[in-house]
């Protein structure tokens, strides 16, 4: 019997070692792949739970992005500290600890006592209450993958585990994909907290269970470094870390940037959170996955291609469907991040220095998410923290070019000052784009609501002069400059429209109170008579400041009026009742009302503050979403009457094509109040849709 034979053989012990190592690495997986999950399910989760509650705007999922990125970089710190400062013991033991505590803070719902005041500090009070609700889960989750990955390094030498990084994007691509159309439809946002967090308890018990397994099975399954690694590895230098830090922001203001951008212009809703996040995790996966999904070349042409695309779709504004407006921003994104990612892929270091690779991913994400969320505000009247990703873009691939492991210019040097001038071609493109937001306006205020305008335009068929404010391609109302028309109602609130009669006509020889969702210009204040009472609730100050400085409403109004600042419905939810004779809801985010002013607690709010006879109108104009259906179901449901009234653009008016709802407890409240109740319509609007605080869905009613 030859020793050649006996040595071909396999021993029991050795099987039994690969199988125990196969499994293991089987935990490894499952543990990356619920944290990755996990981790990007409660993200629109979390943001629809406290987006009511900040006005829905854009800001809010910006601010949620930055606190989001702070937490992933601080996870991936602690990966990195504790894989190279502790013994696999001490890591196993310290995050045991951690996930212990981390179940303590569940379930992750936020309490109703984080709801803002008035004059609270909104970016403030949102990242407090996101570190207080979901920090600590949070933080394990996020450094879960490069902490499981290091465990992987430790167990199976010299096996890669870039592996288990593209597993964790796909269990995130999954989780964002199947929010908006699988668990928002189907449960409400209560039941996906508490399944959520039940979830996480699984995730915690396995998650323990792998440290132990890595800590016991280290001595017997890691190998020397001399057996893995004959050839020293060089550390990172500087400047590839550099490399890594920029590529990565890059990328993260062009996801937050973009995602700014839709959501001004369209709505603040989880599905347009969840596109552009989904296509930055699918080019992580990508190119993480496999060589063969990158083309540096076909990448950086397209990507430019459609930088210029998306420039030029925010010169042509709302002239461009939704659809097309989506596609283009999107495809954008998602290549210029593939491009990014890709070169990242390109230049990934040994898997020596995978926790510092990605800790300093994860730092450039951060820096990104600072800049968009906190220091772009300040810095920019408008919203050119897009232009700003654009520009960092164009300068890592059109002056600078990635070959090996540094910058080089790859083609003849007589090409780079044609590249050169190239760049600031396109830069000085980018500041006229920039500054059309700017140039010619009267005054530009932004902050955390979002950027408003006040500028000097005519109306289009008769070339009258006329002063508007206008928040992103929204016009929140205009006034003509001829003193002796400015007491002339204008645009959505003209005599001609559903909130004109109805106001013109309502109780015209009694004294009424007015309540209004949404200050605009004061429009709505130019119906106010002697005796009356108006009260308006507006939650950016700024609107407030903007509407008595240039328009002349508010000043000119017969009425007595009060100005609420803060979140109507909070505002609402407090107050005694107000007794309104008419209630109206005009608070818009984007193009449409932010859904939280649409639920069947919201309307029983305003119920509370209505007379018996009185009338909630509302204003449902926008270009991408029928809200009948809508506001048909809540009327069915709290057993009220509903009309809908539209009218057409007149010029000498300044009237503008409008769509309004009226509700009230019944048809002879609807009779009395509308002047020609035939112009007021109860359609066929399809099948009813009732909205809750815990369940609504804009896909649902878009056109």
């Known amino acids: 019997m030859s020793l050649s034979g006996r040595g071909q053989e396999t021993s029991p012990n050795m099987r039994t070692s690969e199988i125990s190592s196969r499994g293991l690495a089987a935990l490894y997986a499952v543990v990356v792949f619920l944290s990755a999950f996990l981790l990007f399910q409660v993200q629109p989760l979390i943001g629809k739970c406290?987006?009511?509650?900040?006005?829905?705007?854009?800001?809010?999922?910006?601010?949620?992005?930055?606190?989001?990125?702070?937490?992933?970089?601080?996870?991936?710190?602690?990966?990195?500290?504790?894989?190279?400062?502790?013994?696999?013991?001490?890591?196993?033991?310290?995050?045991?600890?951690?996930?212990?505590?981390?179940?303590?803070?569940?379930?992750?719902?936020?309490?109703?006592?984080?709801?803002?005041a008035g004059e609270d500090a909104p970016a403030l009070r949102i990242v407090l209450l996101l570190v207080a609700t979901i920090g600590l889960p949070y933080f394990i989750l996020s450094s879960t993958s490069p902490l499981v990955q290091s465990w992987f390094s430790r167990t199976h030498a010299g096996q890669t585990p870039y592996r288990l990084y593209s597993l964790s994007n796909v269990g995130s691509l999954l989780a964002l994909l199947s929010y908006p159309f699988v668990v928002e439809p189907s449960l409400a946002t209560d039941s996906q907290a508490s399944l959520w967090s039940w979830a996480f308890a699984v995730f915690a018990a396995l998650c323990a269970w792998g440290a132990v397994r890595m800590f016991l099975a280290t001595p017997a399954e890691t190998r020397e470094p001399s057996q893995t690694d004959p050839v020293p590895v060089a550390q990172p230098s500087w400047g590839l870390t550099t490399q890594w830090f920029g590529l990565a922001m890059t990328a993260s203001i062009l996801l937050l940037a973009t995602t700014n951008q839709v959501c001004l212009d369209v709505a603040v809703v989880p599905f347009l959170w969840v596109i552009p996040l989904a296509l930055y995790?699918?080019?992580?996966?990508?190119?993480?996955?496999?060589?063969?999904?990158?083309?540096?070349?076909?990448?950086?042409?397209?990507?430019?291609?459609?930088?210029?695309?998306?420039?030029?779709?925010?010169?042509?504004?709302?002239?461009?469907?939704?659809?097309?407006?989506?596609?283009?921003?999107?495809?954008?994104?998602?290549?210029?991040?593939?491009?990014?990612?890709?070169?990242?892929?390109?230049?990934?270091?040994?898997?020596?220095?995978?926790?510092?690779?990605?800790?300093?991913?994860?730092?450039?994400?951060?820096?990104?998410?600072?800049?968009?969320?906190?220091?772009?505000?300040?810095?920019?009247?408008?919203?050119?923290?897009?232009?700003?990703?654009?520009?960092?873009?164009?300068?890592?691939?059109?002056?600078?070019?990635?070959?090996?492991?540094?910058?080089?210019?790859?083609?003849?040097?007589?090409?780079?000052?044609?590249?050169?001038?190239?760049?600031?071609?396109?830069?000085?493109?980018?500041?006229?784009?920039?500054?059309?937001?700017?140039?010619?306006?009267?005054?530009?205020?932004?902050?955390?609501?979002?950027?408003?305008?006040?500028?000097?335009?005519?109306e289009p068929q008769s070339d009258e002069p006329m002063l508007q404010l206008a928040h992103g391609r929204i016009t929140h109302g205009s006034q003509f400059v001829a003193i002796e028309k400015q007491h002339i109602p204008t645009a959505y609130y003209a005599e001609s429209t559903g909130i004109g009669k109805l106001l013109a006509s309502f109780d015209a020889n009694e004294p009424r109170h007015i309540g209004v969702v949404g200050l605009g210009i004061g429009t709505l204040a130019a119906y106010g008579r002697p005796g009356d009472r108006i009260r308006m609730y507006e939650i950016n100050p700024q609107v407030i400041e903007l509407a008595r400085e240039h328009f002349s409403f508010l000043r000119d109004c017969a009425a007595e009026q009060t100005i609420i600042t803060g979140d109507a419905r909070l505002s609402l939810e407090f107050e005694p009742p107000q007794q309104f004779d008419v209630l109206v809801l005009d608070a818009f985010s984007g193009d449409a009302i932010p859904v939280h002013l649409l639920t069947s607690e919201a309307v029983q709010v305003y119920l509370k503050h209505l007379k018996p006879n009185g009338i909630l109108a509302c204003h449902i104009s926008n270009l991408h979403f029928n809200l009948k259906p809508v506001l048909a179901g809540l009327a069915a449901e709290q057993g009220m009457s509903v009309a809908f009234h539209s009218n057409k653009p007149d010029a000498q008016t300044a009237a503008l094509a409008a769509s309004w709802a009226m509700l009230a407890r019944s048809p002879e409240c609807l009779a009395q109040a509308l002047p020609s109740p035939s112009e007021a319509t109860t359609p066929s609007v399809g099948r009813p849709i009732v909205w809750t605080d815990n369940r609504s869905n804009l896909l649902q009613v878009m056109w």
């Not at 970089?73 to 996930?99: D, E």
């Not at 898997?351 to 800790?359: A, E, I, N």
């Not at 897009?386 to 070959?403: K, P, S």
């Not at 955390?448 to 006040?454: C, E």
Request: hydrophobic letters at 50%; proline letters at 5%.
């Open 281 to 458: 995790l699918l080019t992580f996966i990508l190119c993480f996955e496999s060589e063969r999904w990158y083309s540096r070349r076909y990448y950086t042409v397209i990507a430019v291609v459609l930088l210029l695309a998306a420039i030029n779709m925010i010169r042509l504004g709302s002239e461009v469907s939704i659809l097309l407006q989506i596609a283009t921003y999107f495809g954008m994104m998602f290549s210029c991040c593939m491009v990014c990612h890709g070169e990242l892929a390109a230049i990934k270091p040994h898997p020596r220095y995978l926790t510092t690779y990605f800790l300093t991913i994860s730092a450039g994400g951060a820096a990104g998410g600072l800049f968009v969320g906190l220091l772009a505000p300040m810095l920019f009247v408008s919203y050119n923290e897009f232009y700003f990703g654009i520009f960092c873009f164009m300068f890592l691939f059109i002056t600078l070019r990635l070959r090996e492991d540094s910058f080089r210019w790859p083609l003849p040097n007589w090409t780079c000052p044609l590249a050169v001038a190239g760049l600031i071609l396109i830069v000085l493109g980018l500041l006229v784009q920039a500054g059309r937001h700017t140039t010619g306006n009267i005054a530009v205020s932004r902050n955390f609501y979002g950027v408003l305008r006040v500028l000097r335009a005519s």
């Open 50 to 116: 406290i987006l009511p509650w900040f006005g829905g705007t854009p800001a809010v999922w910006t601010t949620c992005m930055l606190v989001f990125q702070l937490l992933l970089f601080g996870g991936y710190a602690y990966a990195h500290l504790t894989a190279k400062c502790l013994s696999p013991r001490g890591q196993a033991w310290l995050h045991i600890g951690l996930l212990m505590a981390a179940l303590c803070t569940l379930p992750i719902i936020p309490d109703a006592s984080w709801k803002p």
